[in-house]
């Protein structure tokens, strides 16, 4: 039985609300990088609210923030703009705003002298970006890996919505994601060894190391 912890008919609710908006972004004819950018920017203001202790605000700015990760590779599609260095700017700005956003957090808990709730916000920090370096590793390697159960739009949901209602809620929701980030992190490596190691791969490396090298080696 597959776990989902943001069902997909949820998103697929969501993407129909906020499909006109992404209609007047397409014919608006913009840069993809441009509403990237704005994510980004987006990311920083939701950081400062979370460490200054604004956390209702923050969160609405966290979700807000993610819904522009949505649109930009709406428009680039839309548009026929998608690019190899769009991809990357995509991927590179969305780290450095979870890096940011759990740094805001880390900070007010600290200051707070919640020091558990810190640890928490650290474990689950690292646990997103192994999400992502997981995958990211094994596209470089050839593999195709979207699996997992805490994925970016999950966490984004889970640390906005738990912000927007209550620090208790957010120290879960936190909780969470500190768990099942890593735990998706190793769920990717696994389903990467699963591919790796299908009969049809088993067979051929079988086939590969029964066949003897030939060609000469050159003297130095």
Known sequence: MKVEFLPQNVKSWYLGLIRPVVDFFIRLELNPNFFTTIGFVLSIIAAYMFATGSLRFAGLIVLLAGTFDIVDGQVARATNRVTKFGALYDSTLDRYSEVIIFFGMAYFFVNESMLKTSVAVSIALGGSVMVS????????????????????????????????????????????????????????????????????????????????????TDAA
Not at 155 to 178: D, M
Not at 181 to 188: D, H, K, V
């Open 133 to 216: 370096y997981v995958r990211a590793r094994a596209e470089a390697l050839g593999f195709e890996c979207k699996v997992g159960m805490m994925q970016r739009p999950e966490r984004v949901v889970y640390i906005g919505l738990g912000a927007l209602i209550h620090q208790v809620v957010l120290i879960l929701a936190l909780t969470i994601v500190a768990v099942l980030a890593n735990f998706t992190a190793l769920q990717r490596l696994y389903y990467i060894w699963q591919q790796e190691n299908t009969p049809e791969k088993l067979e051929l490396k079988k086939q590969q190391s029964a066949t003897p090298e030939t060609g000469t």
